[in-house]
Structures are given as structure tokens and as C-alpha cells.
């Protein structure tokens, strides 16, 4: 009979441990993680422009074997 009892308080042990487990991971994902964005201004684009081809000086050039 003891072996019973103790069979039935190690497996109510697991499943209550089991929905613990469940409870926390259900409210961290319904639980908001941050504060929502302070400016609600959207973003835009400042300038927009391709770059320049660099020019090669003699001192930016490659590198001449001596």
C-alpha cells in the first residue's frame, strides 16, 4: 500500500511541475515584453544619392613595386 502512495505523489509532483511549466510559458507569451514606441512619428529618408567614384591621386594609388 505504501508503495502506491508514493507512486502517486511522485506523478502528482511531475504533473503539477508539468503546469507550472505551462502556466509560466502561456504568460510570458501573453505578457507584453517592452513599453510600446514613445514617438509615434514614422521614419523617413534624410537624402538619398548614389556615391561617387573615388579618384585616384598618386598617393591613394596602387601601391608600385620598387
Do not use: F, K, N
Not at 502506491?4 to 507569451?29: N, P, Q, Y
Not at 515584453?33 to 591613394?60: C, I, K, N
Amino acid at each position: 500500500m505504501e508503495l502506491d502512495t508514493c507512486a502517486a505523489r511522485e506523478i502528482l509532483v511531475v504533473v503539477s511541475i508539468a503546469l507550472l511549466g505551462v502556466l509560466l510559458a502561456l504568460v510570458s507569451v501573453l505578457a507584453p515584453w517592452y513599453a510600446g514606441p514613445l514617438d509615434t512619428r514614422r521614419p523617413v529618408v534624410v537624402e538619398m544619392h548614389a556615391p561617387q567614384q573615388p579618384t585616384l591621386t598618386p598617393d591613394l594609388g596602387a601601391a608600385r613595386p620598387r
